[in-house]
Nanobody, 121 residues
Framework: QVQLVESGGGLVQAGGSLRVSCGAS????????MGWFRQAPGKEREFVAG????????KYAESVKGRFTISRDNAKNTMSLEMNYLKPEDTATYYC??????????????WGRGTQVTVFS
């Protein structure tokens, strides 16, 4: 099973920016779609952004469209999420995920342990 490790979370003021990254233990992630999910206290885990295996197609939750940008570097086995104009409601634990297929419409196969993002007003 692919091991995923997130990094880059932290504390940021509303309106600020933060970048979270995900590194994988195996080169296989270049074969699969990847994505970011988040979970706030007392809420269910929700989809944030996804990117196809090639990186050509991306999809975003409506709540983050225009503010967040997902990207990947298959040569480095990494994926990132650039978060701009952050809001307090973006506060959550952010999880990296690898899907079982080429598209983020497929089932998630592996999860990272998460990194905390806290936005204060």
């Amino acid at each position: 099973q692919v091991q995923l490790v997130e990094s880059g979370g932290g504390l940021v003021q509303a309106g600020g920016s933060l970048r979270v990254s995900c590194g994988a233990s195996q080169r296989v992630i270049s074969l699969y779609a990847m994505g970011w999910f988040r979970q706030a206290p007392g809420k269910e885990r929700e989809f944030v952004a996804g990117i196809t295996s090639s990186g050509r197609e991306k999809k975003y939750a409506e709540s983050v469209k225009g503010r967040f940008t997902i990207s990947r570097d298959n040569a480095k086995n990494t994926m990132s999420l650039e978060m701009n104009y952050l809001k307090p409601e973006d506060t959550a634990t952010y999880y990296c995920a690898v899907y079982r297929g080429l598209s983020p419409n497929s089932e998630v196969g592996s999860w990272g342990r998460g990194t905390q993002v806290t936005v204060f007003s």
